[in-house]
């Protein structure tokens, strides 16, 4: 598309631009998703240096099975969230990271991930002030 500037003695040939269609935009949004995916998924594939990971378990079995896969892994709660089916945990013994990631996939544990990735699940929240008035 050509539209002609000037006078009829000079003719310049002046490309229009045209805004992106809707297309472009759905792949861009695409791609940042794939990157902060593949960010998420680094993350949790390589856990903490340290020995502590942050385990799920199944929402629907809750506490009980939490404290079973601990158990059955030989691993101790460092920390419990707000959520029963969510805590900080770490072997007894000094066995290796992969083993015990290993055995606690084995007593059923979802997903083992770093700890800093659910931080805002710890934290626990008091709203009981918020709206308090002081005079």
């Not at 920390?79 to 290796?96: E, G, H, K, M, N």
């Amino acid at each position: 598309m050509y539209q002609e500037a000037g006078s009829l003695s000079t003719t310049v040939p002046v490309r229009l631009k045209s805004k992106p269609g809707p297309v472009a935009y759905r792949l861009a949004m695409a791609g940042l998703c794939l990157v902060f995916l593949a960010t998420l998924a680094g993350f949790a594939a390589r856990p903490a240096d340290g020995s502590a990971f942050a385990v799920i378990v199944p929402p629907h079995q809750g506490e009980p099975a939490l404290l079973s896969a601990l158990g059955t892994a030989d691993g101790v709660l460092v920390r419990q969230s707000r959520y029963p089916w969510l805590a900080i945990v770490a072997p007894r013994t000094d066995q290796p990271a992969e083993a015990f990631r290993a055995a606690l996939a084995k007593a059923g544990v979802i997903l083992t991930l770093h700890p800093a990735l659910l931080a805002g699940c710890f934290e626990d929240v008091n709203y009981s002030n918020t709206f308090r008035i002081h005079s």
